[in-house]
């Protein structure tokens, strides 16, 4: 009779398996040591816990908790973000080895999930959020640098920025002895500046407080939805499933933003189909192009949401620090009443109104619209500072850290435009001390046009009018708390009584 094989019983198999299992990982975490041991260390940071890693650690104010951090573990340090590694520069020096030394293999872009362009199909139509530099994205920035930001380009929208600091100067004065909400106001000034070049068009009314509430709003909602804090970021695995349905309502407010400008798409390939030799705006442009509709509802809303936003806010700001600061409220006053003799301030005399610039700079140093300028991430793995950065790391740089550095700065709390004056500071990222717009391969593409508003707006808001706060309260007094959203703003609006001095 044949007689049956026997394998043992469940016991006695379960002995010789869990011996193979812990075999094998103890092999597996012998070479992953000693790999790691051929490479040096990530930079010192806190204690990371087991599945959540540093996210509660890091709270509602991440540039003030990283740079204590940085106080602490030294100008480069990580921590991890769920099981995502991040690592935060917050030194010049840091800076320039992320930025300059290593642009190449540190330019990729950490695109949040919650990002339109976080889909491979949408990635490169976008401007700011293309995962790596590629021939795509060198040839859309080379496009919009042509078309919007060039000397030549920036020298022909001059007159229509103009216009619309006039209409603003005009709204105001109907607005004596009325509350008058700064950053609103200047939101929907920059705004119309940036429509009217990228589609001919004003898309705000200031006149329309439904409207432009309803726009501001839009866009408010989109920047809230930006950065909130993800599980999808934390834990990509989880990404799928979208837990807090922050992709869902990002995708809907890309639709609802859409839908403002297709209209003026549709028509422009109507016009631009029998004529399609006449160029002029940005949309003729990108149309010329080839450029999709997807791609062109992409851009728009880019340059129009990081464009108004960190504009407006540098506009507030500075006017608060300058209410708080009489003495230099007073300087850029003698400095307009010298250098401006019309009842219409001109684009050309913003280069002569050094004081008025020094007090932009000095405001972007203290608040920075973007205090970690945008995500960085490793496209491959790199020694920095003797460190190592592993690929498809999150990388950072704490500007807000750098710009209130006392070893840099001397007396780094206090608003003082003066120490701008005879400095040589400048945005074009040559000087890691002061980076406000970033550098390298990702330096934002649209300071010659940002340093050019900002200025004109700050200089005929004080030029035609007086303002006071609330309740005739003291100017001191202003609270200066910063909210930290997609920009650094202020918490609390700038509230502001004008009176017209012209």
Same mark, same amino acid.
């Not at 020096?93 to 199909?121: Q, Y």
């Not at 496009?143 to 022909?156: H, K, Q, Y």
């Given at each position: 009779?044949?007689?049956?094989?026997?394998?043992?019983?469940?016991?006695?198999?379960?002995?010789?398996?869990?011996?193979?299992?812990?075999?094998?990982?103890?092999?597996?975490?012998?070479?992953?040591?000693?790999?790691?041991?051929?490479?040096?260390?990530?930079?010192?940071?806190?204690?990371?816990?087991?599945?959540?890693?540093?996210?509660?650690?890091?709270?509602?104010?991440?540039?003030?908790?990283?740079?204590?951090?940085?106080?602490?573990?030294?100008?480069?340090?990580?921590?991890?973000?769920?099981?995502?590694?991040?690592?935060?520069?917050?030194?010049?020096?840091?800076?320039?080895?992320?930025?300059?030394?290593?642009?190449?293999?540190?330019?990729?872009?950490?695109?949040?999930?919650?990002?339109?362009?976080?889909?491979?199909?949408?990635?490169?139509?976008?401007?700011?959020?293309?995962?790596?530099?590629?021939?795509?994205?060198?040839?859309?920035?080379?496009?919009?640098?042509?078309?919007?930001?060039?000397?030549?380009?920036?020298?022909?929208?001059?007159?229509?920025?103009?216009?619309?600091?006039?209409?603003?100067?005009?709204?105001?004065?109907?607005?004596?002895?009325?509350?008058?909400?700064?950053?609103?106001?200047?939101?929907?000034?920059?705004?119309?500046?940036?429509?009217?070049?990228?589609?001919?068009?004003?898309?705000?009314?200031?006149?329309?407080?439904?409207?432009?509430?309803?726009?501001?709003?839009?866009?408010?909602?989109?920047?809230?939805?930006?950065?909130?804090?993800?599980?999808?970021?934390?834990?990509?695995?989880?990404?799928?499933?979208?837990?807090?349905?922050?992709?869902?309502?990002?995708?809907?407010?890309?639709?609802?933003?859409?839908?403002?400008?297709?209209?003026?798409?549709?028509?422009?390939?109507?016009?631009?189909?029998?004529?399609?030799?006449?160029?002029?705006?940005?949309?003729?442009?990108?149309?010329?192009?080839?450029?999709?509709?997807?791609?062109?509802?992409?851009?728009?809303?880019?340059?129009?949401?990081?464009?108004?936003?960190?504009?407006?806010?540098?506009?507030?700001?500075?006017?608060?620090?300058?209410?708080?600061?009489?003495?230099?409220?007073?300087?850029?006053?003698?400095?307009?009443?010298?250098?401006?003799?019309?009842?219409?301030?001109?684009?050309?005399?913003?280069?002569?109104?050094?004081? %008025?610039?020094?007090?932009? #700079?000095?405001?972007?140093? $203290?608040?920075?619209?973007? !205090?970690? @300028? &945008?995500?960085?991430? *490793?496209?491959?793995?790199?020694?920095?500072?003797?460190?190592?950065?592993?690929?498809?790391?999150?990388?950072?740089?704490?500007?807000?850290?750098?710009?209130?550095?006392?070893?840099?700065?001397?007396?780094?709390?206090?608003?003082?435009?003066?120490?701008?004056?005879?400095?040589?500071?400048?945005?074009?990222?040559?000087?890691?001390?002061?980076?406000?717009?970033?550098?390298?391969?990702?330096?934002?593409?649209?300071?010659?046009?940002?340093?050019?508003?900002?200025?004109?707006?700050?200089?005929?808001?004080?030029?035609?009018?007086?303002?006071?706060?609330?309740?005739?309260?003291?100017?001191?007094? %202003?609270?200066?708390?910063? #909210?930290?959203?997609?920009? $650094?703003?202020?918490?609390? !609006?700038? @509230? &502001?009584?004008?009176? *017209?001095?012209?």
């Amino acid at each position: 009779m044949h007689t049956p094989i026997s394998y043992g019983s469940k016991t006695d198999l379960f002995y010789p398996i869990l011996l193979l299992i812990l075999l094998y990982l103890f092999i597996l975490k012998f070479f992953k040591t000693r790999s790691q041991a051929k490479q040096p260390p990530l930079p010192p940071g806190p204690y990371s816990w087991p599945i959540l890693g540093n996210i509660l650690q890091v709270g509602d104010k991440p540039h003030i908790t990283l740079t204590k951090l940085s106080q602490t573990y030294g100008p480069l340090i990580s921590l991890r973000l769920g099981n995502q590694p991040l690592v935060v520069g917050s030194s010049p020096e840091a800076a320039t080895e992320i930025l300059k030394a290593h642009d190449r293999i540190l330019s990729g872009r950490f695109v949040p999930h919650v990002a339109v362009a976080k889909s491979l199909e949408h990635n490169n139509l976008s401007l700011g959020w293309v995962l790596e530099c590629n021939n795509s994205s060198k040839l859309l920035r080379t496009l919009c640098r042509t078309e919007l930001f060039s000397g030549r380009a920036i020298e022909s929208q001059a007159s229509l920025r103009e216009k619309k600091v006039v209409e603003m100067v005009e709204f105001i004065r109907k607005m004596q002895g009325n509350v008058v909400n700064i950053r609103q106001v200047a939101l929907a000034t920059v705004f119309n500046m940036i429509s009217n070049i990228l589609v001919s068009r004003d898309l705000i009314s200031l006149e329309d407080d439904s409207l432009k509430e309803a726009i501001s709003g839009l866009m408010r909602n989109i920047t809230d939805v930006v950065a909130a804090p993800n599980t999808s970021d934390f834990y990509p695995i989880l990404a799928g499933l979208d837990l807090q349905r922050l992709r869902k309502k990002s995708t809907d407010l890309f639709n609802k933003a859409s839908e403002i400008w297709e209209p003026i798409i549709k028509e422009r390939r109507e016009v631009m189909s029998g004529d399609a030799s006449s160029q002029q705006d940005f949309l003729d442009a990108l149309i010329k192009n080839g450029s999709s509709d997807l791609q062109i509802n992409m851009l728009l809303l880019e340059l129009l949401s990081a464009g108004t936003d960190t504009s407006s806010s540098t506009v507030e700001w500075t006017l608060a620090e300058l209410l708080k600061h009489p003495e230099c409220i007073k300087k850029v006053e003698e400095e307009l009443k010298k250098e401006i003799d019309q009842d219409v301030i001109k684009e050309s005399h913003v280069p002569k109104l050094t004081f %008025l610039q020094a007090c932009v #700079k000095e405001t972007l140093r $203290l608040h920075p619209p973007g !205090p970690f @300028l &945008l995500p960085h991430r *490793a496209v491959e793995s790199c020694e920095v500072m003797t460190y190592t950065i592993p690929k498809n790391c999150q990388v950072l740089i704490n500007f807000w850290a750098i710009g209130r550095d006392p070893k840099i700065w001397e007396d780094p709390l206090v608003y003082k435009p003066e120490r701008f004056l005879d400095s040589n500071l400048d945005f074009e990222g040559n000087d890691f001390e002061f980076i406000p717009f970033g550098v390298g391969r990702r330096i934002c593409p649209g300071v010659p046009m940002a340093t050019k508003h900002v200025p004109l707006i700050l200089a005929s808001l004080i030029h035609f009018f007086d303002w006071s706060l609330l309740y005739g309260r003291d100017p001191e007094d %202003l609270d200066m708390t910063e #909210k930290l959203a997609q920009t $650094l703003c202020k918490e609390q !609006p700038l @509230l &502001l009584i004008t009176k *017209a001095k012209i």
